[in-house]
Every structure is written in structure tokens, then in C-alpha cells.
């Protein structure tokens, strides 16, 4: 006969097999969800304070940036080797070969890494997002959390409990950077592993979900750019508004890619080998670039372009046809150097900037629907998953009569990419795996 209260060896056994199972993959979705949120505000903090000095002092970015440029890239590879970048290749990488790559790219040295040094780039005014850095930093957290599993279930499966592990801390980072658990789901699928295992699908989705709940508990329904609105009356140009910006985005993402991938073919050798020998004098010299642009167009390529972003889709911020080849420059410049930054939110941007400049070819089309259609098509071309590109727009949305147009834009531009290069994240994971 059993005591009041008695807990028999068979229920504590479950109990903690449920805890293994679930416990920490929801506790590490938790803690991720809050990191991002804390993330996020440290972000548009230092953004805010970039944007007051740089307005009382127009020229202190020329002297600013290439500082911050050079002292980033210094602690960078002084102290932070593998934060560099979005961070969405070395997930890739450590999704490919986690028994080898994790230990080195998802540690806690990273993730502060991480997010001490966009802080740095963006108090600097350099172009960049921080969404893949959530993510980076999501799956680091998570990735550290098999240290409370038993030796013996690290070692079974060769590495998978590290694999779910990573890739449930980057899904849920990418849920709760843009409040959108589907784009979560959508993302872990197309683009981290290309596939869905049945077996941590369940475990996955609500990993997601936590993350999720707790950016929306901290900082309310919001959707990331606002409430995109769309009535439904549709003109007979749509059609070819769709193809055209379709063509165009996937152009100029392919292009973005091409660069991105191929630096020793279009950079001249005297830079390749500055920025081999002396990165920090080339971070200085990005850093500058950065600035000159940023000064000439009037400070709209500082930063992530957010706040451009929403101003177009509001109607209170007019900005001409150049944004968006300012914009990618200015985005170019911030990469070369390594600076640790995302993609996604300067991509937003971009496209927003070319549905924009369309509008003056397509002036029967509603402004809100061509810049949605050029954000969808200029991320689906960059990071050729189109299918998390229309996730992540369509959940911003208000109404679903723009459903079809911005899928067949996505796909468009993604096909039109890879004529000029492949997966970004992908050629770029290749170099950490090519290393370990």
C-alpha cells in the first residue's frame, strides 16, 4: 500500500524521460524568445543612438564608421572567429557535420559574440538586420543545452540530439525576430534542412510556438514592417507587374548573391589582397564606403532600412529609383568585412525600394501591393527559398487577395537568382564545413 504522496522509481523515470523529451527543447524556446526580444530592442537602441549623433553632426559617419568597421573586424577575428555574417551558414554547416562544427560554431563565446558586435556594426550605421543573427544565436542557445542530457543519449544518433537541438533554437529565433511562427516552420524546412523529420516535427513546431508566445506576451500582435493593406481590386497589369518584378528582384538579388560568392572575381587583386593580409585596414575601408554612401543619399542606407521600409509602405517616406542599388552597395560594403549582421531586413528594404520605383511604370497598381510584391521577390532571390520569403511577407498582410501574386513573384525571382549563383547560405556554409 503506498503513502500519500508517493512517487514510485516507474513515474519519476517518465517523468524525466518527458522532461528530456520536451522540458528543455520548450525551456531553451523560451529563453530564446526572450533573448530576441532583448536582441531586438539593444538593436534599435544603438540604431537610435547612430541616427541622433549622425543628425546633429552630418559628417561624424565619415569618421564613425570606418572606426567601427576596423574595430569590429579586429575583435572579430581576435576573439569572435565564427560570428562573422548572418550566421545562418554556420547553422547550416553545424546542421550538415554538428559533431565537428558545433562545439566551435555555437558556443556561448559566439552568441555574446554575436551580439556585441552587430550592436558595434550598427552603432557604426552599417547595413544590416538582425534576424539571422536571432537565429544564429537561437540555435546556440539551444545547442548548449545538451549538456543536461546523459552522455549516452549525445552519443546515439550521431549527433541528431544535437542536430534537433540546433535547428529548434533556429527556427524558434526566426519565429521570434518576425512574430511569425509559420515563417519558422516554413524556414527549418526549406531552407536549414530541405527536409522534416516525423519524428521532431511535434517537438520542433512547438519549440517554435514558445518562442513565439513570449515575443508576443513582451512586445504585442505586431507584425514586423506593420499591416500591409491591399483592397481587391486588382487592374489588368498585374499579371505583368508580377513577371516584371519577378525578373527584376531576381536579378538584382542574383546579382547580390553573385558578389557575395564570387569576391575574387570582381574584386580587383590589390583589394582581395588587402583584405586577406590586412583585414582590419579593410574594414576601416568599408567602413568608409559605407559612410560616403550612406551621406550622399541622405542617411536612407544607414542601417537595416526598417524605417524606410515602413515609411514607403505608409506613404511618408519618398525616396527615388537609386535606393535600392544605394542600398545594396551600402549592403555589400557591410558584408566584405565580416561584419556579423543579417540578411533579410536590408532585403525587406531593398525590395521595397524597387516595388517603389515601379510604381512609376505601373502607376494603376496600388503603391502597398508593388512594394509587397518587390519584398517578396528581392528575399525570395536572395535567399532562394521562396517559400519562407512568402511566408514571411504574406503574414503581414492584411487579407489574403495577394496570395497568388506574391507566391508566383517569389517563384520567379528565385529561378531568375540562380542563373547567377547558387544558395547564398548554402556556398557560404560550404566554407565552414571545407574547414572543419
Not at 572606426?67 to 551558414?89: C, D, K, M
Not at 550592436?119 to 545538451?146: D, K, N, Q, W
Not at 543536461?148 to 549527433?159: D, E, I, K, T
Not at 560616403?292 to 505608409?314: D, P, W
Amino acid at each position: 500500500m503506498r503513502t500519500p504522496g508517493f512517487i514510485d522509481r516507474r513515474t519519476l523515470l517518465r517523468v524525466r524521460r518527458l522532461w528530456l523529451h520536451y522540458g528543455i527543447f520548450w525551456l531553451g524556446a523560451i529563453i530564446t524568445g526572450l533573448v530576441a526580444v532583448m536582441y531586438a530592442r539593444l538593436i534599435d537602441f544603438g540604431y537610435d543612438a547612430f541616427l541622433h549623433v549622425s543628425a546633429l553632426y552630418w559628417w561624424l559617419p565619415l569618421l564613425l564608421t570606418p572606426a567601427i568597421g576596423a574595430f569590429g573586424v579586429w575583435l572579430t577575428r581576435r576573439f569572435f572567429a565564427g560570428s562573422e555574417g548572418s550566421g545562418i551558414p554556420q547553422v547550416i554547416a553545424v546542421l550538415h557535420d554538428g559533431r565537428e562544427l558545433g562545439p566551435r560554431l555555437l558556443t556561448v563565446r559566439i552568441l555574446v559574440g554575436k551580439i556585441a558586435l552587430s550592436f558595434l556594426s550598427i552603432l557604426g550605421g552599417f547595413t544590416i538586420g538582425r534576424e539571422g543573427p536571432t537565429i544564429h544565436v537561437g540555435a546556440a542557445l539551444m545547442y548548449s543545452l545538451r549538456r543536461f542530457y546523459p552522455a549516452r543519449l549525445r552519443s546515439m544518433g550521431g549527433g541528431s540530439l544535437e542536430r534537433n537541438l540546433a535547428l529548434a533554437g533556429a527556427a524558434a529565433g526566426l519565429s521570434a525576430a518576425f512574430n511569425a511562427p509559420l515563417a519558422g516552420v516554413v524556414f527549418a524546412i526549406e531552407e536549414l534542412t530541405r527536409s522534416f523529420e516525423q519524428r521532431t516535427s511535434g517537438v520542433l513546431i512547438t519549440a517554435i510556438i514558445f518562442a513565439g508566445v513570449v515575443s508576443l506576451a513582451l512586445q504585442g500582435n505586431y507584425t514586423y514592417f506593420g499591416t500591409i493593406n491591399v483592397d481587391g481590386h486588382f487592374p489588368d497589369s498585374l499579371a505583368l507587374a508580377v513577371v516584371l518584378l519577378g525578373a527584376v528582384t531576381g536579378l538584382a538579388g542574383g546579382v547580390f548573391c553573385w558578389l557575395l560568392v564570387n569576391t575574387r572575381r570582381w574584386m580587383p587583386a590589390v583589394l582581395v589582397n588587402w583584405r586577406q593580409f590586412h583585414p582590419v585596414g579593410f574594414g576601416a575601408a568599408c567602413g568608409l564606403f559605407i559612410a560616403v554612401v550612406g551621406v550622399i543619399a541622405g542617411g536612407h542606407t544607414f542601417g537595416s532600412g526598417y524605417a524606410e521600409a515602413r515609411g514607403m509602405l505608409e506613404g511618408s517616406s519618398q525616396l527615388g529609383a537609386s535606393y535600392p542599388l544605394a542600398k545594396m552597395a551600402s549592403m555589400v560594403g557591410s558584408y566584405l568585412p565580416g561584419a556579423p549582421g543579417g540578411l533579410f531586413a536590408p532585403s525587406l528594404a531593398i525590395g521595397a525600394g524597387i516595388g517603389n520605383a515601379l510604381h512609376l511604370v505601373f502607376g494603376s497598381l496600388q503603391l502597398p501591393m508593388l512594394i509587397a510584391l518587390g519584398m517578396v521577390g528581392y528575399l525570395a532571390a536572395v535567399t532562394q527559398s521562396p517559400i519562407t520569403a512568402f511566408v514571411i511577407v504574406i503574414e503581414m498582410i492584411n487579407g489574403h487577395s495577394l496570395v497568388l501574386s506574391l507566391m508566383a513573384t517569389a517563384l520567379i525571382s528565385s529561378q531568375v537568382s540562380k542563373l547567377f549563383a547558387p544558395p547564398l547560405y548554402e556556398a557560404l556554409a560550404e566554407k565552414y564545413m571545407s574547414k572543419g
